[in-house]
Structure formats: structure tokens, C-alpha cells
């Protein structure tokens, strides 16, 4: 007895009428997805899709320099001059200046941007204003009014540096003068002057004494004597007369006329010394001797006073052109003689 139905291990084999259908259902379902992805592919997240050869358009990839494809018969031929040459950029690239931040930081990381490079400018010079010199004004002191007879020499001398010891404003005119205070004056105001005598060692005077120096000037140059048994005496207050002999001495004065004729100025001739005449005779037709109050009384044997011999120094140092000469009515000014 046969039965109609075919074996359980055989299959039937489809048909090409039914392989056909199948491609062709198939194709239908693909053309629809495509079309519908095509318009709107967001929504499927369609992008990235990849679709078979058969529905896309075939890759364009451009020529590579470095492939030969062969050349159409009928296609010209570029020439050489007019081929284009791959070159390299002329511009080097320039690397970034400072830290690179990237675009998109780690989550949590704070990124501070770098500060912008700003060129640095040099301080401006600060120059500190130069401080104005103090006017120096003539000096004054206390104890010289501006109409005081020798107040001209003084200020003069003051302002030479030749007077140079006083204190608290005031010059004391009317202290007497002692004989190392007159060696530092002369000192003072020839201190170029060549020596014209040898030093003496005073046994009165130690080396070591601020006044040796002046002491040893004035007698090498010729203004200041000793005193016998090798005597200089230096804190004597010294008389009018040996100031007038020590400046004339020392500046090599000689009497132009008879001395005794010359000294007629004087009402108290008769004290000068004899041995201080012709000192006295030729200091006063240079000009140097200063009286005061009384221009005819000499009074030689009186102890100088500062004024009175800041008065003859002055006439001394006129006398040799150190300083201009100064009108004064206590000058002494030697007789007319008569026809």
C-alpha cells in the first residue's frame, strides 16, 4: 500500500517562478527603506548606514599623485611646463605660543586660560631734582656795626679765609693781637712766597705746637724775628710798631726818601724806635699804616688790636696786588713836599 505524501528527509526545491518573486519583494522592501531614510535620516539614526553597492552611488576617489592611469587615446596630452607639481607649503607652521587647552576639558577639571604675554616696559628714569645752592651772604657779625671803621677790611679778610678764629658771631675788633696770632695771618696771606732766611729753633716754641708751622714760615720769609737768648715769645701782645716793621720787612720795603722826613706825618714821631724807623717811614709811603680815630697819631708802642691789624694786613696784600686797594680816611698818606 503506497502513500502519497514524499519521504520526511526530502525537501522540495522551489521553482524559478518562486525565486523571483522573492528577489523581486525584496528589492521592493529595500527601494521603500531607502527612500524613507533618505528623507528624513535623523529619525532612524540612519547616517551611518551602510548600504549594500547596489543601492549607492559608486565612490569617486580622486587621482593619487603617485598611481600612472593610462590615457585615453583621443584624450590631449597636458604638457610638462603646465603640470601641476605638488609643493610644499611656504609657510612653516608656527607653534602655539603658551599651553595648549584642549577643547573639550575632562569633566571636573577647572582650566584657568593663560595670561596673555604682555611685553615688559622699563620704569621711567626718576631723576630727583638737583637741591638749589644756599646763597651765601656776606658775613656779619654781632659786634662790627655796618659803619664801623676797619668793618670793610675785616669782612674782606673774613671772606679770604685769612681770619678764620671767631666764635658765636662776633670778631672782637678791640682784643689785642699776639704774636703767634699774627704769624698765622702772614702765613695765611704768603703762603706762596719763597724762603729767604733759615729757620731758627725757638727754645720757646715746641715742634709739636699747633703755631711752629706759621712761626717757621714767617721767619724764613722774612716778616718775623726772634727776641734774644733764642726767644720768639708767641703769646707776647704784640705793639703797633712790630707789626708795621714785620710787614714791611717781609714785603723787602725801602724807604724813597729820608725817613726822618717822612715820619713828620706823625705828632708822636719821637716814640718810634730807632731801630724801627726806616720800617716805619717806608710802610707808610706804601700806604699800609692804618690810624684810627686820629690819622696822625701813630702810637707805636700800643698793643694792636684785631681790628687794627686786619687794617695793615689788608694794605699789605693791596701793596703786592692780592687785593684792590680800599679808600679809607685812616690811611696814612705821606706829606706833600714842599718847593
Not at 90 to 119: E, Q, S
Not at 165 to 174: G, V
Amino acid at each position: 500500500m503506497s502513500s502519497s505524501q514524499p519521504p520526511s528527509g526530502e525537501r522540495n526545491r522551489l521553482g524559478l517562478d518562486e525565486l523571483i518573486a522573492i528577489l523581486v519583494a525584496f528589492g521592493t522592501m529595500g527601494a521603500i527603506l531607502f527612500w524613507v531614510t533618505g528623507k528624513n535620516p535623523d529619525r532612524f539614526n540612519a547616517k551611518n548606514w551602510q548600504f549594500p553597492a547596489v543601492f549607492s552611488l559608486p565612490a569617486v576617489t580622486p587621482a593619487s599623485p603617485g598611481i600612472l592611469t593610462p590615457v585615453p587615446p583621443n584624450a590631449a596630452v597636458p604638457s610638462p611646463a603646465t603640470t601641476p607639481v605638488p609643493s610644499k607649503p611656504d609657510v612653516a607652521p608656527v607653534a602655539p605660543l603658551g599651553p595648549v587647552v584642549p577643547a573639550t576639558p575632562p569633566v571636573g577639571v577647572i582650566v584657568v586660560p593663560p595670561k596673555p604675554i604682555v611685553p615688559s616696559t622699563p620704569d621711567p628714569a626718576i631723576t630727583k631734582p638737583k637741591a638749589a645752592k644756599p646763597k651765601v651772604g656776606p658775613v656779619r657779625f654781632s659786634d662790627i656795626p655796618d659803619k664801623y671803621w676797619a668793618s670793610p677790611f675785616i669782612l674782606a679778610l673774613v671772606d679770604r679765609k685769612i681770619f678764620t678764629d671767631f666764635t658765636d658771631s662776633k670778631f672782637q675788633p678791640d682784643e689785642p693781637m699776639t704774636r703767634a696770632e699774627l704769624a698765622r695771618l702772614i702765613q695765611r696771606m704768603s703762603d706762596d712766597k719763597e724762603p729767604i732766611r733759615k729757620p731758627i729753633n725757638f727754645k720757646d716754641v715746641k715742634d709739636k705746637s699747633p703755631v711752629a708751622p706759621a712761626i717757621d714760615h714767617t721767619v724764613k720769609t722774612g716778616y718775623l724775628k726772634g727776641y734774644p737768648n733764642n726767644e720768639f715769645r708767641p703769646e707776647k701782645q704784640i705793639p703797633r710798631v712790630e707789626v708795621i716793621a714785620a710787614l714791611a720787612s717781609g714785603l723787602s720795603l725801602k724807604p724813597s726818601t729820608k725817613a726822618t722826613k717822612t715820619l713828620r706825618v706823625y705828632t708822636d714821631r719821637a716814640k718810634v724806635p730807632k731801630w724801627a724807623v726806616n720800617k716805619v717811614a717806608s710802610a707808610t709811603e706804601a700806604g699800609i699804616v692804618v690810624n684810627h680815630p686820629n690819622r696822625e697819631l701813630l702810637q707805636p708802642n700800643k698793643i694792636a688790636t684785631r681790628a687794627e691789624v686786619a687794617a695793615m694786613i689788608y694794605q699789605a696784600m693791596a701793596k703786592k696786588g692780592q687785593v684792590p686797594a680800599k679808600a679809607s680816611e685812616y690811611v696814612v698818606k705821606p706829606l706833600k713836599s714842599s718847593k
